[in-house]
């Protein structure tokens, strides 16, 4: 017999609600840890994806989501919502730095209204399993008191991949990579309706600012009282610190399930905001978040953007800007850059953090080249530009070209050859393994080249140089 959608999910429901308040313990370790797991209770219908949402239909899952955590007899003032999967070529994993840096500026009694759901959403659920363990054992003093849960998305809400679409010209794996994106952000906004008045979304490579809660309390008693608002943004890079009111988490949700093949998420907050009569983004004069993680969650993308606007940004050393020291091996510097006096272009190449090479206002083709006493072979190339704090005078429009010793001509010290492009700058960086960069051997020269005026002067800061 074939049930209706409506019918199916009035099953399902119904299963749910009678088989939520008890749940099998995982295994013996977690029942030991803690007892929060066991006495949870999930409204599983509020936290699941519409039926259709995606290119097949589906019965929603008989699937309790926490792993780690409890909840709360009231309604908070603000949930926090942190999707999370593992990040391809590093071996950082910069939700702990994000989950510390939020623990440490919450002051004890906003800690009582305030509600972390991390969302792990790898595909690899031991992976999941191993990391939601090593927090609780991190942080297990926040969990008992409900200012911590960690939650888990069950396999069957995500479609067929290989059948997407593709759209606005992305290749095939980062279609795939945005839309399970999608579907988590969706799943956890869902998920995360009614533990509180409001909704902050953030990404697991964040710092926070000193009492962010107090700010956007002050923000939204603010702009409640001088105007209509759907979404209130306290940083200025992608999905990173926007605000919504409970009451439209369940829309928002919906609206990222039913598109989530179209577009990055990023790119509906827009048309998100002005279907609700929200014209225009309403931002803090300062951000509260501070974007932290260099290496993306695809494969070989690197995002190194800060945002300019944080508030601490004078208070706190970004571990993103922290660079592992080179084998720098002796190199004659060449430049058509006007130096900055008393900022020479050594200073690039030291392996000291606090000095750095500054040009005035570069022009298109100017360059910045190392010429070496012999070819080198290297695993790792990092180019770090723009001042610590806030990547003023950063590069851009720029590349990286090397010259490679040929077998087949006479190696002569201190000429270069052909050069050949390597790399574009992205935010005034480069980064061989981050971007899954392929390095050629026998290197005789690197070079840095403009290939537009600069709007700026341009700081240097960092080359790194890692051998084989």
């Given at each position: 017999m074939m049930l209706s959608k409506d019918k199916k999910y009035d099953m399902a429901n119904t299963y749910i609600r009678q088989n939520n308040?008890?749940?099998?313990?995982?295994?013996?370790?977690?029942?030991?840890?803690?007892?929060?797991?066991?006495?949870?209770?999930?409204?599983?219908?509020?936290?699941?994806?519409?039926?259709?949402?995606?290119i097949r239909q589906f019965i929603p899952p008989m699937h309790d989501p926490l792993l780690y955590g409890q909840l709360r007899s009231r309604k908070g003032f603000l949930t926090i919502g942190i999707p999370s999967i593992r990040r391809p070529n590093t071996e950082?994993?910069?939700?702990?730095?994000?989950?510390?840096?939020?623990?440490?500026?919450?002051?004890?009694?906003?800690?009582?209204?305030?509600?972390?759901?991390?969302l792990l959403?790898?595909?690899n659920e031991t992976y999941n399993n191993e990391i939601s363990k090593d927090i609780f054992v991190k942080f297990r003093n926040y969990f008992q008191g409900g200012f911590i849960r960690i939650i888990q998305a069950p396999k069957t809400i995500y479609p067929n991949?290989?059948?997407?679409?593709?759209?606005?010209?992305?290749?095939?794996?980062r279609v795939h990579w945005r839309s399970k994106q999608n579907i988590d952000f969706g799943y956890l906004f869902l998920y995360c309706k009614n533990i509180s008045d409001y909704y902050l979304q953030l990404e697991d490579d964040v710092l926070s600012a000193q009492n962010y809660s107090v700010y956007i309390r002050k923000q939204i008693r603010h702009v409640n009282n001088t105007k209509q608002w759907f979404m209130l943004e306290f940083s200025r890079l992608g999905f990173i610190g926007k605000l919504f009111k409970d009451r439209d988490l369940q829309w928002v949700g919906n609206y990222l399930l039913k598109n989530f093949a179209k577009a990055p998420g990023d790119l509906f907050l827009g048309k998100i905001r002005a279907l609700h009569g929200q014209k225009s983004p309403i931002h803090t004069e300062f951000s509260l978040f501070q974007h932290n993680g260099k290496f993306s969650s695809l494969k070989n993308k690197m995002m190194p953007s800060i945002d300019s606007k944080f508030k601490d940004a004078d208070k706190i050393k970004l571990p993103i800007m922290t660079l592992p020291k080179g084998d720098n091996p002796p190199a004659i510097f060449e430049t058509s850059f006007e130096s900055v006096p008393g900022y020479p272009p050594f200073y690039a190449y030291d392996n000291n953090s606090?000095?750095?090479?500054?040009?005035?206002?570069?022009?298109?083709?100017?360059?910045?080249?190392?010429h070496f006493e012999k070819p080198h072979n290297f695993s790792r190339i990092i180019i770090s530009t723009g001042d610590a704090k806030r990547k003023q005078d950063s590069l851009?429009?720029?590349?990286?070209a090397v010259s490679v010793k040929q077998t087949t001509v006479a190696y002569i010290p201190g000429k270069c050859g052909n050069f050949i492009t390597m790399a574009e700058?992205?935010?005034?960086e480069i980064d061989t393994k981050a971007m899954g960069l392929h390095i050629p051997n026998n290197i005789l020269c690197l070079k840095i080249l403009l290939k537009r005026n600069s709007k700026t002067w341009v700081i240097i800061r960092d080359i790194v140089l890692i051998h084989v």
């Open positions: 308040t008890q749940f099998g313990d995982k295994d013996n370790m977690m029942q030991s840890v803690t007892m929060a797991t066991t006495e949870h209770k999930v409204d599983t219908f509020d936290a699941l994806p519409p039926i259709g949402y995606s950082n994993i910069y939700l702990y730095k994000t989950i510390e840096s939020l623990i440490n500026n919450t002051s004890e009694e906003e800690k009582m209204d305030i509600t972390l759901v991390i959403s790898d595909l991949f290989e059948q997407l679409k593709l759209t606005l010209h992305d290749p095939v794996h606090s000095t750095f090479y500054w040009a005035k206002r570069p022009q298109k083709l100017d360059y910045f080249t190392l851009a429009q720029s590349t990286l700058f992205i935010d005034g």
